[in-house]
């Protein structure tokens, strides 16, 4: 690409590359309200979509003039809708006029405004950084996500432990009071089995001491009669 040369001062000649000036108007586009992209060649906007990085020279064309040491600039440009065209065109031809000359020092005989597009989504603009920076808003907006993401995932995460945890309290809990009353009813069950054991000992025991007694009663009166009987039979002979 071929240099623009041009005198500035009795010192010599300065030489600026067509890209620096293509480079500045591209910057100054991107700033206006009402300018969604710049429009190029099919290869540009693949350049663009492989190595990720916005080509600000997309889409601008600059004409320079050795004799009146001149330049002329023809953009093509996408404009967002519901913007007046000739409003947004007056403002790019302005500002990129001042931006050139101010920055480079030469003069900008005419800016001439292609509108080739309008852009209908805002998603549109994001994609090609202009407005906000759109890729800078868009790492912004990713990153916001997946911190967020990894917020949800580490509280879901920490939710369902404590719930777990929650859980294999209650069950243990659950389970020992279980095997806790199992024991107190075992030992009851035991008490009265003993219980029980004892009152049929003293209940045996006491039929024994009766019928032992009744025994003894009855052997004592069986006695008595016989020696009653032998006595009677002693005063009778």
Do not use: W
């Not at 009855?218 to 009669?225: G, I, S, V």
């Amino acid at each position: 690409m071929a240099n623009l040369e041009y005198t500035l001062a009795e010192s010599g000649t300065i030489h600026i590359a067509e890209d620096v000036i293509q480079t500045i108007a591209g910057v100054a586009l991107s700033e206006i309200d009402g300018v969604a992209k710049m429009a190029g060649s099919a290869v540009s906007g693949l350049a663009e979509q492989i190595t990720g990085r916005r080509n600000l020279t997309r889409g601008v064309k600059v004409e320079f003039s050795n004799e009146s040491q001149a330049c002329t600039l023809t953009v093509q440009v996408v404009l967002r809708y519901g913007y007046r065209i000739p409003e947004v065109a007056a403002r790019i031809q302005e500002h990129v006029q001042s931006s050139v000359e101010q920055y480079t020092g030469l003069r900008v005989a005419a800016v001439h405004v292609h509108v080739v597009g309008l852009s209908l989504r805002d998603e549109d603009e994001e994609s090609e950084g202009f407005g906000l920076p759109g890729k800078v808003s868009n790492l912004i907006q990713q990153g916001t996500d997946l911190v967020k993401q990894g917020y949800d995932t580490a509280k879901n995460k920490v939710q369902s432990a404590a719930q777990a945890t929650k859980d294999a309290a209650a069950e243990a809990i659950g389970t020992a009071k279980e095997k806790t009353q199992q024991v107190v009813d075992a030992a009851a069950e035991k008490t009265q089995q003993g219980v029980e054991a004892v009152k049929d000992a003293a209940q045996s025991a006491y039929q024994a001491s009766k019928d032992a007694a009744q025994q003894g009663a009855e052997a004592a009166k069986d006695a008595a009669d016989r020696a009653a009987d032998k006595a009677k039979d002693q005063l009778h002979e």
